[in-house]
């Protein structure tokens, strides 16, 4: 691996490190930035992105197993802290890029046994987190965002689903295309998650081919998806009806992947 010593946060080779925290709102150019050790050693194994370069300590350097073809970029913490814009606790960042070996419609036309989540109009990064993790806990083949999700590849959405967002391929629909019209043209059973659904979780034998559909905290999914997929609620007592849309995928997914 070329390991390249820096002293200076004025580097070049810096540059896409620089205000972190900026970068999630003013585009990255098809890259993203990992945090934290975890994340990163996922990123290295991951079948689904590539590593473009890393930036750590030397004390950290030595627990990190890292690509042999990606640049690592060796600064003192004050460097590195001055670079992000905000104290690195964790002491590793690295620059990838998503690079699915499979598109969408190549993973939809699979023969046999599979299983895609939906989320529409999923916002909050920590929510996409969360789903992306459980997503990456049992097994779903693919996510499926609409063209109202938030981007799974944001810092922080990275960080809360613990890498399962560089585990599990996932698919954005342009606008204007329809999440039901896809997995329908696949042959996709489509099972939408409400407070109000027709059937109980428990009672659901899913198809060999299924996707499930989650919505957004509040609104949650459109009228029009509900009345065209097959409605399922989780039971709840004394009064309350509905989760955290993290909590409800994790209940989901596993009664339906096992």
Same mark, same amino acid.
């Given at each position: ?8 946060? #004025? ?8 205000? &972190? $925290? ?6 990255? +150019? ?6 934290? $050790? ?10 689904? !992105? ?16 890292? /690509? ?33 070996? +499979? ?12 299983? &895609? ?16 993790? #459980? ?14 999700? !938030?981007?799974?590849?944001?810092? $922080? ?11 599990? /391929? ?6 204007? +295309? ?24 428990? +009672? ?6 299924s996707a499930f559909l989650l919505g ?27 989760? #955290? ?11 339906? !992947?096992?």
């Open positions: 691996m070329p390991v390249i010593p820096l002293n200076s946060a #004025n580097d070049s080779c810096l540059e896409p490190y620089r205000d &972190v $925290k900026d970068r999630d709102l003013t585009g990255r +150019q098809g890259l993203f930035m990992a945090e934290g $050790k975890v994340v990163l050693e996922r990123l290295f194994a991951s079948p689904l !992105c590539e590593t473009v370069s890393i930036l750590t300590t030397p004390a950290r350097l030595e627990g990190l197993s890292v /690509p042999d073809d990606a640049p690592v970029y060796i600064v003192d913490q004050a460097v590195m802290d001055a670079v992000a814009g905000f104290p690195i606790h964790r002491g590793y960042l690295a620059l990838g890029r998503y690079a699915p070996p +499979q598109s969408l419609e190549d993973i939809l036309a699979q023969t046999g046994r599979l299983r &895609v989540m939906a989320l529409s109009a999923i916002a909050n990064t920590d929510n996409m987190g969360g789903l992306m993790r #459980n997503a990456a806990a049992f097994g779903v083949d693919a996510v499926v965002l609409d063209s109202a999700c !938030c981007d799974p590849f944001y810092r $922080k959405a990275i960080r809360v689903s613990v890498g399962g967002a560089l585990v599990v /391929p996932h698919y954005r629909l342009g606008a204007g +295309q329809s999440l039901l019209e896809v997995l329908n043209t696949h042959g996709l059973t489509a099972y939408a998650l409400s407070p109000a659904g027709d059937q109980v979780l428990d +009672q659901i034998v899913p198809a060999e081919r957004a905290e509040g609104p949650g999914l459109s009228r029009e998806i509900l009345d065209a997929a097959i409605s399922v609620q989780i039971p709840m007592h004394g009064g309350f009806d509905s989760l #955290n849309v993290a909590t409800t995928s994790g209940i989901v997914l596993y009664h339906l !992947c096992r």
